[in-house]
């Protein structure tokens, strides 16, 4: 049991440790970028995500995978976050679906997605920081919101009735205030 905890100990000290010095994740030969150690941080942007591609034939191909990969994960936290606000306004018992993620219809209706930052690692390993700018969060928000009523639609009917669906979808369709 002691050697047990010894063990875990050092682990830890040795995770924090290599934790500070922030290498990149395929490489110790470089320092990493601190958007890429732990959770991304990057001023004035939220919902951030970071996309990573390995070896590409092409540096636009590994550019777009990467970028893909980045916002895929943007727009599954801003389907979260939206769930969670559209879920807090509704019945227990009614429980919404969240658009598909990986769709490029889905995601050409999120403009407002930023790719922040890149870093390429000395294994040629490209990672890209994508988010959403401040002064576009309120709009992005508001299109999560339409997205998961439109595809909620009939499950909303059911359980609210056409009259209280009207007034739910109404306030959630209605564009975000300036």
Same mark, same amino acid.
């Given at each position: 049991?002691?050697?047990? $905890? ?9 995770? *924090?440790?290599?934790?500070? !010095? ?19 941080? @990057?001023?004035? /942007? *939220?919902?951030?995500?970071?996309? %990573? ?9 590994? $550019?777009? @995978?990467?970028?893909?990969?980045? &916002?895929?994960?943007?727009?599954? =936290? ?5 769930? %969670? ?15 598909? $993620?990986?769709?490029?219809?889905? !995601? #050409? ?28 969060? /309120? ?5 999560? #919101?339409?997205? &998961?009523?439109?595809? $909620? #639609? ?11 669906? =009207?007034?739910?979808?109404? =306030? ?7």
């Amino acid at each position: 049991m002691k050697v047990k $905890n010894i063990v875990v100990l050092l682990a830890v000290m040795h995770g *924090s440790s290599l934790w500070a !010095a922030c290498d990149f994740p395929d490489s110790e030969r470089a320092e990493a970028p601190a958007w890429l150690c732990g959770e991304p941080r @990057f001023e004035d /942007a *939220s919902f951030l995500a970071v996309g %990573d591609k390995s070896r590409m034939p092409s540096v636009s191909l590994q $550019n777009r @995978f990467a970028g893909r990969m980045g &916002i895929e994960q943007v727009l599954s =936290k801003l389907f979260l976050a939206a769930h %969670d606000t559209l879920q807090e306004e509704l019945p227990v018992a009614v429980k919404l679906e969240i658009p598909d $993620n990986s769709d490029p219809v889905v !995601a #050409r209706r999120f403009m407002g997605i930023r790719v922040f930052d890149k870093a390429k690692s000395p294994q040629r390993h490209l990672y890209v920081l994508v988010g959403v700018p401040e002064s576009e969060r /309120a709009a992005l928000m508001a299109r999560a #919101r339409q997205d &998961i009523v439109s595809l $909620n #639609r009939d499950r909303l009917l059911a359980a609210l009735g056409p009259a209280g669906y =009207k007034a739910f979808a109404d =306030k959630v369709m209605a564009p975000p205030p300036e």
